[in-house]
């Protein structure tokens, strides 16, 4: 990664493939950001709205700079163009440029009913 470590906050749904998209992005580079799930608390939605300017998700800020609306691969992008990380040949581990598939919502179904969880090692998750 590069030096300045970016101050993030990224306004996600529970099981959303644009926003598994975005973890995916920060797990690859293994940056450290604040999740506000959007779904679990209304009042972050509202957050997400007033910051934004709109009610689509996901928005990503990053260093005071508001992303919205925005997939995994725009996020890998906007950072890469403002130094904010060195390019990286790895894999992701979830696709970053798409919605879920009915069989990955009938998993994310599965995994809610019985307690999994989403978020990833580097993330602090505020409900």
Avoid at 37 to 49: L, Q, T, V
Avoid at 83 to 101: H, K, R, V, W, Y
Wanted: charged content about 25%.
């Amino acid at each position: 990664m590069a030096k300045e470590t970016p101050e993030i906050t990224a306004y996600l749904k529970t099981f959303c493939g644009w926003s598994e998209g975005v973890r995916a992005v920060f797990r690859k580079y293994g940056i450290e950001y604040t999740e506000k799930d959007i779904i679990k608390n209304p009042a972050f939605r509202w957050e997400m709205e007033q910051k934004s300017g709109q009610p689509l998700s996901p928005c990503v800020v990053v260093n005071g700079a508001m992303l919205a609306d925005v997939s995994g691969e725009e996020v890998e992008r906007w950072m890469l163009s403002n130094g904010l990380l060195e390019e990286n040949d790895a894999q992701p581990d979830a696709p970053i440029d798409s919605a879920c598939s009915d069989e990955q919502h009938a998993a994310m179904d599965a995994a809610a009913r019985f307690g999994g969880h989403a978020g990833g090692a580097n993330v602090r998750i505020v409900e």
